[in-house]
């Protein structure tokens, strides 16, 4: 499992493999990101912007989902 935090600028397909509880969070906004071509190209903030979502609250969905603590991002 990858050792560093959830940023805004991971690529949202990295996000859901190296942390497979996340993949919840994006169903759960109804995002169409799991399964996306896209993914490796679009950032989490990316992904926000297109869904309207807050970022940092995304973001914070995402870490908590992950199991990884928190980190500055």
Same mark, same amino acid.
């Given at each position: !499992? *990858?050792?560093? =935090?959830? #940023? ?7 996000? !859901? *493999?190296?942390? =497979?509880? #996340? ?7 109804? !995002? ?42």
């Amino acid at each position: !499992m *990858r050792e560093k =935090p959830i #940023t805004l600028d991971m690529p949202v397909e990295e996000v !859901m *493999r190296y942390f =497979p509880g #996340t993949i919840g969070v994006f169903l759960r906004h109804r !995002m169409h990101c799991v399964g996306c071509a896209i993914g490796p190209f679009h950032s989490v903030a990316d992904a926000a912007h297109e869904y309207q979502l807050v970022a940092a609250s995304l973001l914070e969905e995402l870490r908590e989902a992950s199991g990884r603590p928190p980190a500055d991002g």
